[in-house]
T-cell receptor
Framework: GEDVEQSLFLSVREGDSSVINCTYT??????LYWYKQEPGAGLQLLTY?????DMKQDQRLTVLLNKKDKHLSLRIADTQTGDSAIYFC???????????FGKGTRLSVIA | GAVVSQHPSRVICKSGTSVKIECRSL??????MFWYRQFPKQSLMLMAT?????????EQGVEKDKFLINHASLTLSTLTVTSAHPEDSSFYIC??????FGPGTRLTVT
């Protein structure tokens, strides 16, 4: 089946930029998502990008997509302690197919 | 790694009937289970959060009397869609302890 891979942990200092990377195998992937999950909470959709885009910026968040390499990244500028959470990459090829999630990257922000 | 299973993976039911979906953590204890719903071409929406032995906490707009959630043990949570309607047709996904997701259940109500 299709697969989405992420590194499990990332630690950064407050004020630095964080870059979370994700790779996927579905060549027909159409929508790619980043979710944030804080301790004890459900998933929160952060941003998404369509496969016909290379980049999307939303305030402190920048998503880069390299469709050729099937590589997606999420950059968080000026990382704050409130950004500490688990970040999930997910993709779907649309239609009636479900999201395929990565296992999540736990971001720790050191003050 | 930790595995979460869901059963059934697909179900078709008639309008007005009830459907139960099971979510199990296979090799760990799930103190918290989350239930999500995903409509076609849309993102995942959190429906409710359940802690073992407690009543579930429902997100705004989710009818608790229609979507009954039971989390009676540390390895099993169930979602029952009561008096199902065609608009309940969706993909339902559970997750355990924040990070571990089940494979999902596709419900089609005819």
């Amino acid at each position: 089946g299709e697969d989405v891979e992420q590194s499990l942990f990332l630690s950064v200092r407050e004020g630095d930029s964080s870059v979370i990377n994700c790779t996927y195998t579905d060549s027909s992937s159409t929508y790619l998502y980043w979710y944030k999950q804080e301790p004890g909470a459900g998933l929160q959709l952060l941003t998404y990008i369509f496969s016909n885009m290379d980049m999307k910026q939303d305030q402190r968040l920048t998503v880069l997509l390299n469709k050729k390499d099937k590589h997606l990244s999420l950059r968080i500028a000026d990382t704050q302690t409130g950004d500490s959470a688990i970040y999930f990459c997910a993709e779907t090829n649309s239609g009636n197919t479900p999201l395929v999630f990565g296992k999540g990257t736990r971001l720790s922000v050191i003050a | 790694g930790a595995v979460v299973s869901q059963h059934p993976s697909r179900v078709i039911c008639k309008s007005g009937t009830s459907v139960k979906i099971e979510c199990r953590s296979l090799d760990f204890q799930a103190t918290t289970m989350f239930w999500y719903r995903q409509f076609p071409k849309q993102s995942l929406m959190l429906m409710a959060t359940s802690n073992e032995g407690s009543k579930a906490t429902y997100e705004q707009g989710v009818e608790k009397d229609k979507f009954l959630i039971n989390h009676a043990s540390l390895t099993l949570s169930t979602l029952t869609v009561t008096s199902a309607h065609p608009e309940d047709s969706s993909f339902y996904i559970c997750s355990a302890n924040e990070q571990y997701f089940g494979p999902g259940t596709r419900l089609t109500v005819t």
